[in-house]
Each structure stands twice: as C-alpha cells, then as structure tokens.
C-alpha cells in the first residue's frame, strides 16, 4: 500500500467517527493495546514511531480534557459572578 491510500483510509475513518474526547481517548487506548501486543513483533524503529504517534495523540487529548476543565471553571465562576450581580440589583 501506498502513503496516499493510507491516508485515504484515515480520511474516511475521521468522517465516519464524531469529535469528542472520548473517540481520540478510545483510540490512545486502542494504540496503546495494540502495542503491548505487538512489541515482540515489531522492530524497534517502528514500536518508537508508534509510542511517538501515541504521545501526540495522548498529548492533545491531555490538553483537551484541561482546556474543557479551564473553559467549564470560568463558566462557573462567570455563572456565579453573574448570580451574585443580578442577586444584588
């Protein structure tokens, strides 16, 4: 197979799963088997791709999940300032 037929594959697999965290978690997760399956079989040069394509995809899941915990605090807080200035009019 080809680089571009590859790539034609992931294109289709992103249109066909929803964006959400938990869909890039589930697939971190799905890596991460898939390697602790396949370490005895892979070459070294390949399990280090593989573990380097996990932290990217564990990494932007990591700063998703504290970029919605920050964006669900400021709501509150802003909820709660709100509260408290419409509470005092």
């Known amino acids: 197979m080809t680089q571009e037929e590859i790539l034609t594959m992931?294109?289709?697999?992103?249109?066909?799963?929803p964006s959400d965290a938990s869909s890039l978690n589930a697939a971190t997760i799905e890596l991460a088997q898939l390697l602790a399956d396949s370490r005895g079989r892979l070459s070294k040069e390949n399990f280090e791709m593989l573990v380097r394509i996990g932290g990217v995809l564990y990494k932007i899941g990591h700063e998703q999940y504290h970029g919605?915990?920050?964006?669900?605090?400021?709501?509150?807080?802003?909820?709660?300032?709100h509260g408290e200035d419409s509470g005092s009019s």
């Open 10 to 17: 992931f294109r289709q697999q992103a249109m066909d799963r």
């Open 68 to 81: 919605k915990n920050d964006v669900d605090t400021i709501m509150k807080h802003s909820h709660r300032n």
